[in-house]
């Protein structure tokens, strides 16, 4: 399936798909759910491959995130760039300097999503690397105060990511793979 074939509301509707059946329902952010009830998850779909491009689409929504309060968080999705994952890795980076030298620090913080993640000493087919595993390369633009908000009234939210990575241990590399396969159109 190459991605230049899916239109944005289908990449959009694999995202929410992702986001219900693997992020809200196994709870890994316990934090989703309520957004997406409220509607005030923004979906910014990417298709440029040149890294500029993207980081000016990355300043576009801290923009947004700055006029439209009634946004909680973006997702900025990236249908054409940064499928291979070290690429990726080094587009965050380039991404999380940026948002310090515009001023976002501690306004912004960005979440990392890929389809290939791999958490560092991992092994590839770890199962808790699903944990950040996606449909599309995409950044989790959060609001800090929101997270600051969020895990104040939390019990032991340090934790959280150690609890998601056992959970999704338990369930299985054979059963995280089905559900990530799940979210993608079936005839794109």
């Given amino acids: 399936m190459t991605l230049k074939t899916l239109s944005d509301q289908d990449v959009k509707s694999a995202t929410q798909t992702w986001l219900k059946s693997v ?6 952010c316990p934090f989703a759910g309520r957004e997406q009830e409220r509607g005030s998850i923004y979906f910014s779909i990417n298709r440029d491959i040149e890294t500029e491009q993207c980081l000016l689409h990355l300043i576009d929504e801290c923009e947004r995130l700055n006029k439209e309060t009634d946004i909680e968080t973006t997702l900025l999705i990236y ?3 940064f499928a291979e994952f ?3 890795l080094d587009f965050v980076e380039i991404a999380e300097s940026l948002l310090i030298e515009q001023g976002y620090e501690g306004t912004y913080q960005l979440a990392s999503f890929h389809p290939d993640y791999c958490f560092q000493g991992s092994d590839e087919d770890d199962a808790g690397n699903y944990t950040n595993r996606s449909p599309y390369p995409m950044l989790h633009l959060l609001r800090e105060s929101s997270i600051e908000r969020a895990v104040a009234n939390y019990p032991d939210p340090e934790n959280i990511p150690q609890h998601n990575i056992e959970l999704t241990r338990k369930l299985g590399l054979a059963k995280m793979q089905a559900l990530l ?8």
């Avoid at 992020?23 to 890994?28: A, D, H, Q, R, S």
């Avoid at 396969?181 to 794109?188: D, G, K, L, S």
Wanted: glycine fraction near 10%; hydrophobic fraction near 30%.
């Fill in 23 to 28: 992020i809200i329902e196994y709870g890994i």
């Fill in 79 to 81: 249908t054409e760039g």
């Fill in 86 to 88: 070290d690429d990726y």
């Fill in 181 to 188: 396969a799940a979210c993608y159109p079936v005839n794109p």
